[in-house]
T-cell receptor
Framework: ETGVTQTPRHLVMGMTNKKSLKCEQH?????MYWYKQSAKKPLELMFV???????ENNSVPSRFSPECPNSSHLFLHLHTLQPEDSALYLC????????????????FGAGSRLTVL | SQQGEEDPQALSIQEGENATMNCSYK?????LQWYRQNSGRGLVHLIL?????REKHSGRLRVTLDTSKKSSSLLITASRAADTASYFC??????????FGPGTRLSVLP
């Protein structure tokens, strides 16, 4: 265990379903991230939260809705997804969010494997 | 092409051999990191090298950084079957978030 826990590990949903992915970190980190990992593509940064405030939203479709109720928890709410959204969704945290500073090391969870039928 | 790009895309070696992976990038960076990912799992941080460093060691890992060529290499010595994984370089361009490459898939055969 890395200190970042993601649930569920596997999720199968239809295009009309609503589901949520959950991420929890016990490291006392102030920044949390959602990444999408699709086959044969580099990791795509989706959202970044720093001290519970969203600081990055990389042109992610509105069918993905993040929520960060406190600095330890991060959710990704899913609604009306498409089959091409099937991927491994990775949550990560870092001590601080200082892009480009050289101060960040990411700690990842094990991921949630999402399949959209 | 991408900011961080690993080479080769796939590498297969025998246990005990050394494995070398390369990463090229485009813009100026503050640091470069290497991560490992076992199949279907999250990424694990291996090593960070800063832009003012040329070489860094951690156990069986050796990382080099050449900022003039905008490239880095990861050497794993005396490889083991447990080293089988995908390896990613992550660059942190000045003022920007991490950019990951597509990764090198390493297979270490017993």
């Amino acid at each position: 265990e890395t200190g970042v826990t993601q649930t569920p590990r596997h999720l199968v949903m239809g295009m009309t379903n609503k589901k949520s992915l959950k991420c929890e970190q016990h490291l006392g980190h102030n920044a949390m991230y959602w990444y999408k990992q699709s086959a044969k593509k580099p990791l795509e940064l989706m959202f970044v939260y720093s001290l519970e405030e969203r600081v990055e939203n990389n042109s992610v479709p509105s069918r993905f809705s993040p929520e960060c109720p406190n600095s330890s928890h991060l959710f990704l709410h899913l609604h009306t997804l498409q089959p091409e959204d099937s991927a491994l969704y990775l949550c990560a945290s870092s001590q601080v969010w200082q892009p480009g500073s050289g101060a960040n090391v990411l700690t990842f969870g094990a991921g949630s494997r999402l399949t959209v039928l | 092409s991408q900011q961080g790009e690993e080479d080769p895309q796939a590498l297969s070696i025998q246990e005990g051999e050394n494995a070398t992976m390369n990463c090229s990038y485009k813009t100026s960076i503050n640091n470069l990191q290497w991560y490992r990912q076992n199949s279907g799992r999250g990424l694990v941080h291996l090593i960070l090298i800063r832009s003012n460093e040329r070489e860094k060691h951690s156990g069986r890992l050796r990382v080099t950084l050449d900022t003039s060529k905008k490239s880095s290499s990861l050497l794993i010595t005396a490889s083991r079957a447990a080293d089988t994984a995908s390896y990613f370089c992550a660059t942190e361009p000045i003022g920007q978030n991490f950019v990951f490459g597509p990764g090198t898939r390493l297979s270490v055969l017993p």
